[in-house]
């Protein structure tokens, strides 16, 4: 069995790619200047942080990202992820 979530793309179940991206001189790791997640499944989303915005995008058919929508969250509500996997 793949841990990777691999197996999930032949069952239809979406699954999806976390990064980030940091400033690199050569010698030293630095800031992270972006990042984001993509998921893959029926529809494809990119989630993404642009100049300290949250803006999502979806794959059309022509295999480009369009804009969605800007995400803001409320700093005073707490923010909670569950994650189920089956292993």
Same mark, same amino acid.
């Given at each position: 069995?793949? $841990?990777? @979530? $691999?197996?999930? +793309?032949?069952? =239809? +179940?979406?699954?999806?790619?976390?990064? @980030? &991206? %940091?400033?690199? =001189? @050569?010698?030293? &790791?630095?800031?992270?200047?972006?990042?984001?997640?993509? $998921?893959?499944? #029926?529809?494809? %989303? $990119? #989630?993404?942080?642009?100049? =300290?915005? #949250?803006?999502?995008?979806?794959?059309?058919? %022509?295999? +480009?990202?369009?804009? #969605? !929508?800007?995400?803001?969250?409320?700093?005073?509500? !707490?923010? +909670?992820?569950? &994650? !189920?996997?089956?292993?």
């Amino acid at each position: 069995k793949s $841990l990777d @979530g $691999l197996s999930n +793309i032949y069952s =239809n +179940i979406t699954c999806g790619s976390i990064y @980030g &991206i %940091y400033e690199f =001189n @050569g010698k030293t &790791i630095g800031n992270i200047i972006e990042s984001g997640y993509c $998921l893959y499944g #029926v529809n494809t %989303y $990119l #989630v993404k942080t642009e100049n =300290n915005v #949250v803006k999502m995008y979806k794959l059309n058919n %022509y295999d +480009i990202f369009t804009y #969605v !929508k800007t995400i803001q969250f409320d700093n005073n509500k !707490k923010l +909670i992820s569950r &994650i !189920k996997h089956n292993i």
